[in-house]
């Protein structure tokens, strides 16, 4: 080789290099977004009750429209990514979620609240697969396990959002005010990633939404029971240590945050471990050690016990998603833009029927009961881990 040709494969290696990093790094944004966006419209929801003088039954029938538009725009991200690449599909949904964001601090009606929650549940639907598909386009290219830091950032965004809004309105201003402010973070945040995503787009003319298949079945249902149990976690945790536990109501909410920053924690070491461990071995440990942590929350009596089961929970939780969106990524049964919105899909139906059937476990069986046969459903899940990776890539 001349001298001429190393130096030109050298540059050619170092702007893979830098495209690369830049790709990694809008990921991560991407990610943010989704999570950060999500746990915006968690403070605004009682104003949104107040608002348009809702009970509970309406505001809980208007609150499906979140999930009714996340479950129609995650197939349709699915399958246009496969069309116009993952990048647009990222854009357009930070973009809708720049325009819902201060809507759901302003609508006053019903129907206003519901179309407004539809666009927003579409938004974070289409964020969240695409981001997911092109964590997969930049994993891949790396060579090496990522997903697991990427779903870190998404959990970051979880906490930020939440965080932002509520110190926003508890300083006094109004919550107009800190939910434009929160789209600003969105607009400014995907304003400086967007140069930084892969354009990639298939060639191939796949359709919108297919029904999942082959392995795609076991991995969107292992999401969906590890969604169903961090859905449990985040509505009813706090119930749960109150009436429970007989924590004072104004603590109450530690639980949920234990669970959650410590999955956050996990998914930032997440990739290292499955490099050392392998992802077959990371799958069945998270799920086993998901159901030992919520079972041993409702065994243990002290407060700082049950907040330490919470907190193996989260932990062990933290990368069996991560993991599953790679497996999903690399099988061969479906497209793999159109097997991520399915598994997602699935994932996501956890998180809507999680908490109505822990309540309704709750009213027959009591919360001790619906939390321990929840242990119980998440560690027979472990069998499902083994027909997920057995020949995953080929099947």
């Known amino acids: 080789m001349s001298q001429n040709e190393s130096n030109v494969d050298s540059i050619n290696d170092a702007q893979l290099a830098k495209k690369l990093s830049f790709a990694k790094w809008s990921t991560r944004v991407a990610f943010f977004i989704a999570g950060f966006s999500l746990s915006c419209w968690a403070p605004l929801v009682p104003y949104a009750q107040q608002r348009i003088h809702a009970d509970s039954a309406m505001l809980g029938s208007i609150l499906l429209c979140l999930g009714l538009g996340a479950v129609v725009g995650m197939p349709t991200a699915g399958g246009l990514a496969g069309k116009v690449g993952s990048k647009k599909i990222i854009l357009a949904g930070a973009c809708g979620l720049f325009i819902a964001l201060p809507l759901l601090a302003m609508v006053s009606t019903p129907i206003a609240l519901g179309l407004t929650l539809l666009l927003f549940g579409a938004s974070i639907g289409a964020t969240d697969v695409a981001a997911n ?7 891949n290219a790396a060579g090496r396990p990522m997903m697991s830091g990427f779903h870190g950032f998404y959990s970051i965004g979880g906490l930020a959002g939440a965080s932002f809004v509520t110190l926003l309105i508890a300083s006094g201003l109004d919550i107009k005010i800190a939910a434009g402010a929160a789209a600003l973070v969105v607009l400014i945040s995907i304003s400086l990633a967007a140069s930084g995503f892969f354009t ?3 060639t191939e003319d796949h359709p919108l939404f297919v029904v999942p298949k082959g392995k795609v079945i076991g991995i969107g249902v292992l999401a969906m029971i590890i969604f169903l149990a961090e859905g449990a976690m985040l509505d009813w945790g706090a119930i749960f240590l109150i009436q429970v536990k007989n924590v004072a109501a104004g603590v109450a909410g530690t639980g949920y945050v ?3 920053i410590a999955m956050a924690l996990s998914r930032f070491i997440g990739d290292r471990v499955v490099t050392i461990m392998g992802e077959k071995s990371m799958l069945l440990s998270g799920v086993v ?3 030992i942590g919520i079972y041993l929350a409702t065994v243990f009596n002290t407060y700082e ?6 907190a193996v929970a989260g932990f062990a939780a933290g990368n069996v998603v991560p993991v599953l969106f790679s497996l999903a990524g690399r099988q061969k049964s479906m497209p793999a833009t159109l097997a991520i919105s399915a598994a997602s899909i699935l994932g996501y139906l956890g998180v809507l029927l999680g908490p109505a059937l822990i309540g309704y476990a709750a009213h027959f069986i009591g919360l001790t ?3 321990i046969s929840l242990s119980v459903v998440v560690l027979l899940s472990a069998s499902i881990v083994t027909v997920v990776m057995s020949k995953t890539e080929d099947n």
């Open 258 to 260: 234990v669970f959650a």
């Open 133 to 139: 598909i092109h964590g997969t386009e930049v994993q």
């Open 200 to 202: 990639n787009r298939s």
């Open 305 to 310: 016990w049950v907040l330490a089961a919470m």
């Open 369 to 371: 009961n619906a939390f």
């Open 289 to 291: 050690l998901t159901a």
